[in-house]
T-cell receptor, first 115, second 114 residues
Framework: NAGVTQTPKFQVLKTGQSMTLQCAQD?????MYWYRQDPGMGLRLIYY???????DKGEVPNGYNVSRLNKREFSLRLESAAPSQTSVYFC??????????????FGSGTRLTVV | TQLLEQSPQFLSIQEGENLTVYCNSS?????LQWYRQEPGEGPVLLVT?????EVKKLKRLTFQFGDARKDSSLHITAAQPGDTGLYLC??????????????FGQGTILTVHP
């Protein structure tokens, strides 16, 4: 089925460890996004990639890095995990230029706990 | 920082009741979307509105975009337990170089009791 695939679904890290969250979409979308979701705060944009080869910071980029590996794949890296990064992470994709109108397609999320 | 205020945050009702969820901002949107999210899953798009005053219906759900494109509402008629979930509004702000970036409201957790 077409869509956005995220791996892993669950992860527990110790403070200071690093990890990469993977995201791939097969809808030929140009734009991809990483959001985090915390109770009572909706979804907050971490980083986005308007098109292959470009990345930009969102609302809460500190402590994260991203790589737009190709048109399909957009990864999120935590270099030194902190308890404040405990959250549910969502990757999404949309068509460029019409992202707001066309709507986002979301993955099913990665639930990350940092202890 | 542009804010998108969604209310109420929690809503607990009986099956058959009607409800309305509101989404407000001081800024103008070029488009606004409503999503529904179930536990353990990502949000799923319900509707997109782009024209001030626009009304869209999806079965028992009615979505309205304010004339000034600063607010929106979601009305559910005769709610059913299957409507239970997290409802999120999200908007693309007019102007700037947003590349279609969505700003999300805090969400409304709806529980419909049988």
């Amino acid at each position: 089925n077409a869509g956005v695939t995220q791996t892993p679904k669950f992860q527990v890290l110790k403070t200071g460890q690093s990890m990469t969250l993977q995201c791939a979409q097969d809808m030929n979308h140009n734009s991809m996004y990483w959001y985090r979701q915390d109770p009572g705060m909706g979804l907050r944009l971490i980083y986005y990639s308007a098109s292959e080869g470009t990345t930009d910071k969102g609302e809460v980029p500190n402590g994260y890095n991203v790589s737009r590996l190709n048109k399909r794949e957009f990864s999120l890296r935590l270099e030194s995990a902190a308890p404040s990064q405990t959250s549910v992470y969502f990757c999404a994709s949309s068509s460029v230029g019409t992202g707001g109108v066309g709507g986002y397609t979301f993955g099913s999320g990665t639930r990350l706990t940092v202890v | 920082t542009q804010l998108l205020e969604q209310s109420p945050q929690f809503l607990s009702i009986q099956e058959g009741e009607n409800l309305t969820v509101y989404c407000n901002s001081s800024s103008v949107f070029s488009s606004l979307q409503w999503y529904r999210q179930e536990p353990g899953e990502g949000p799923v798009l319900l509707v997109t509105v782009v024209t001030g005053g626009e009304v869209k219906k999806l079965k028992r759900l009615t979505f309205q975009f304010g004339d000034a494109r600063k607010d929106s509402s979601l009305h559910i008629t005769a709610a059913q337990p299957g409507d239970t979930g997290l409802y999120l509004c999200a908007g693309v702000y007019a102007g700037g170089t947003s590349y279609g970036k969505l700003t999300f409201g805090q969400g409304t957790i709806l529980t419909v009791h049988p």
